[in-house]
Structures are given as structure tokens and as C-alpha cells.
């Protein structure tokens, strides 16, 4: 089932929703729940109405119903934010407070993710993305892995980063991975207030790899990250892949904590 939201501005007094392959088909509440029983992509559109008329917006495509995923997925953030079938989640509802895109940093490239504890004092406060849902039914060393750049604020403001993975449809929640502030952190601030600090050098970026072998066979997956705010400073991420299929040779990689003595 999917809550839809009559967010249209001009103070509408009637609206008129249309959902293809949903149940119902057609609505005038606010705010309806429609249930999608057929896998498929569907469009939904809504016309706004008032005294000076009305206005009508259809998005195609808008609802994906079963569409898991079976090949390797690469996000660099180079395109709309959130990617197409990523979800945010902001249960503050504080939309300036969220995951947002930035398009002044990256690794290897100018843009990335991005979310803003240095502004948000409520300590504890947690915002998700979730990717899409994917097949791992035929996953061959699967892994997640991804870019992270962090600088802590002090060592009393623990942001934490998770991901975590369900497997049914979100009721359930398994931590795969989870760093807190002082685990997180890429390079130490060198300037004197890590609030404005930006990774624009390769070395700020580090690469995490996250195993998903246990998913393996799973027709049913989806990955999330979860920022717990610290009231620190903001979690970067770039460049996030999902590997359901890695049957070459290995690719080989490394990283030191320290390059330079």
C-alpha cells in the first residue's frame, strides 16, 4: 500500500486523483492509500481545483510494484536526487534536515550525499535513504560498497552511520554496518571549525565494503543508511554500489590509515 499527499499550492478545494493498477482506481480524499497488487510501473496523476480553476500534474512511472533488481547497481549522485527508486525517510519531517545531494564534493567526480548533523541539535534524531529492492537469488559474492569522507566535530558529538538490510518488504531491520563518530571519521579538521569542512581531495575518501553473502538466494532485499545525529558534522557518501554479481577475479585495493610519518 501506498499514502499518497495532496501537497498542491492555491488552496484547493476538491481534488481528483487517478491511480493506474491501484485499488481504487480513482480518489477525492487528501491523503489516500492505494494498494497495488499487480507487479509493474504505474503513473498517478492528480488535478487540483479551486474557484480560478484547476491544474493537473501526472508523474509516469511513479509507482513500481515488484520491480526488483537483479543486476549491479553504480550511484554517484551525478543525477536527480533522490535517485530513481530511492526513498527518503525524515521522521522529524524537517525537510532541511534530510539526505540531500551536493554538487561542490565528490570522489572523483562533483557530486555526492550528503546529511547535516552540524545544524540539527536534536541529539539522537534519525533520517534514512533506502535504495531499491533487488533479487539477490542468483548473487555471487555480493557486497555493498561505498565512499564515506567525515570529520568529527569534537569527541562528545557521536554521529553514527548504519546500513542496514530487510528482507521483508521493511517490517524487519538487520545493522550490516555501523560507525560512530570516531570509527567514521576520514580525515582529521584542518581547519578550525569542522562544521565547514568540504572533501574535496581523494585522500578525505574512504572506501567501505560491506558483505552481503548472507543474502545470497533472497529474492526480496533492500538496503538503507541511517544517520543518528550527534549534533557533529555531515556524513558524506559517494559513489554507492550494490554488487549482487562478482564472479571475476578479484580487484585488488588498499587503503592506510596513515600515508604520511
Not at 542468483?138 to 561505498?146: C, P, T
Request: negative net charge; aromatic residues 10%.
Amino acid at each position: 500500500s501506498v499514502t499518497f499527499n495532496d501537497v498542491s499550492l492555491g488552496i484547493p478545494t476538491s481534488r481528483t486523483w487517478t491511480f493506474a493498477g491501484g485499488a481504487p482506481a480513482t480518489s477525492t480524499a487528501a491523503n489516500p492509500t492505494v494498494t497495488y497488487a499487480t507487479p509493474g510501473t504505474y503513473a498517478v496523476t492528480l488535478t487540483s481545483t479551486n474557484a480560478l480553476g484547476n491544474n493537473t500534474k501526472t508523474i509516469t512511472n511513479h509507482i513500481k510494484v515488484d520491480q526488483r533488481a537483479t543486476v549491479n547497481m553504480v550511484e554517484n549522485f551525478s543525477g536527480a536526487f533522490p535517485p530513481d527508486g530511492w526513498t527518503i525517510t525524515n521522521p522529524d519531517a524537517d525537510t532541511y534536515l534530510q539526505w540531500e545531494k551536493r554538487n561542490d564534493a565528490g570522489n572523483e567526480d562533483s557530486a555526492c550525499m550528503v546529511m547535516n548533523n552540524a545544524d540539527n541539535a536534536t541529539v539522537g534524531e534519525l533520517d534514512y535513504i533506502q535504495l531499491p529492492y533487488y533479487n539477490f537469488t542468483n548473487g555471487v559474492n555480493s557486497q555493498l560498497y561505498f565512499d564515506v569522507a567525515y570529520t568529527k566535530f569534537d569527541a562528545l558529538s557521536p554521529d553514527v552511520l548504519d546500513v542496514e538490510v530487510s528482507t521483508d518488504c521493511g517490517a524487519n531491520w538487520t545493522t550490516v554496518y555501523s560507525k560512530t563518530h570516531t570509527d567514521l571519521e576520514t580525515t582529521t579538521s584542518p581547519i578550525a571549525i569542522p562544521n565547514n569542512w568540504i572533501p574535496k581531495k581523494a585522500e578525505n575518501w574512504r572506501k567501505e565494503i560491506v558483505d552481503l553473502n548472507a543474502y545470497v538466494g533472497n529474492p526480496n532485499v533492500t538496503i538503507r543508511f541511517k544517520n543518528k545525529s550527534g549534533y557533529g558534522t555531515r556524513i558524506w557518501i559517494d559513489n554507492v554500489n550494490v554488487a549482487i554479481v562478482q564472479n571475476t577475479t578479484p580487484l585488488s585495493d588498499f587503503s592506510a590509515a596513515v600515508t604520511r610519518t
